[in-house]
């Protein structure tokens, strides 16, 4: 069965540096989105992707986020200059198209120090 | 706007007793209604979905869950627990469009022996 994967898995780094997180969405999915959930808390909506472009993105995704689909198989997250609070689980997820289930990523685990 | 209300934060049965994790949603749209698991330190893994099909829906591990309009409702139950269902549970509402999945707050459930 396809699935959505992340890379990777988990990653250190240090307060101020750029950290970029990777997925790999379903192949014939159309829809892209990132989540997170910091640490004994709920997932929340950070941006959805669809047609080369941003559709939606929540008030957590500033200046400091950016999403791309490089090559047309991956789909990364950028967070640029990261701050400690930036620690989280973040969830790729990708969909064919409303109202079709959306497909979530293992996560990647990341730690600002 | 759509947003979900998980009811309990925590749910503690035994072992063989009936689970019932509670649901209402709100959604300007035809909503797409989800519950997912997350073991610890684990992804989310799709339990059931209701997308204006059947309002019973069934899943995997013996879960089903009633789509009550006139309630606003999306319960989850399985009629015996089991001690690996204690995990984090997660309603999800999804909407038109772009469709981001709104996450409730999670459940907590708790399989005593």
């Known amino acids: 069965e396809p699935e959505v994967t992340q890379t990777p898995s988990h990653q250190v780094t240090q307060m101020g540096q750029e950290v970029i997180l990777r997925c790999v969405p379903i192949?014939?999915?159309?829809?892209f989105y990132w989540y997170r959930q910091i640490l004994g808390q709920k997932v929340e909506f950070l941006v959805s992707?669809?047609?080369?472009?941003?559709?939606?993105k929540s008030e957590i995704f500033d200046d400091q986020f950016s999403v791309e689909r490089p090559d047309g198989s991956n789909f990364t997250l950028k967070i640029r200059s990261t701050k400690l609070e930036d620690s989280a689980m973040y969830f790729c997820?990708?969909?064919?198209?409303?109202?079709?289930?959306?497909?979530f990523g293992p996560g990647t685990r990341l730690l600002v120090l | 706007a759509q947003s979900v209300t998980q009811l309990d934060s925590h749910v503690s049965v035994s072992e063989g007793t009936p689970v019932l994790l509670r649901c209402n949603y709100s959604?300007?749209?035809?909503?797409?209604l989800f519950w997912y698991v997350q073991h610890p330190n684990k992804g989310l893994q799709l339990l059931l979905k209701?997308?204006?099909?059947?309002?019973l829906v069934k899943g995997i591990n013996g879960f089903e869950a009633e789509f009550k309009k006139s309630e606003t409702s999306f319960h989850l139950t399985k009629p015996s627990a089991h001690m690996s269902d204690a995990a984090e549970y997660f309603c999800?509402?999804?909407?038109?469009?772009?469709?981001?999945?709104?996450f409730g707050d999670g459940t907590t459930l708790t399989v005593k022996p």
């Open positions: 999800v509402v999804s909407g038109a469009n772009a469709g981001k999945s709104t």
């Open positions: 959604s300007s749209y035809s909503p797409s």
């Open positions: 209701y997308t204006s099909a059947a309002t």
């Open positions: 997820a990708s969909r064919s198209g409303p109202p079709e289930t959306q497909y």
């Open positions: 992707f669809y047609n080369n472009e941003i559709s939606e």
């Open positions: 192949s014939n999915h159309l829809y």
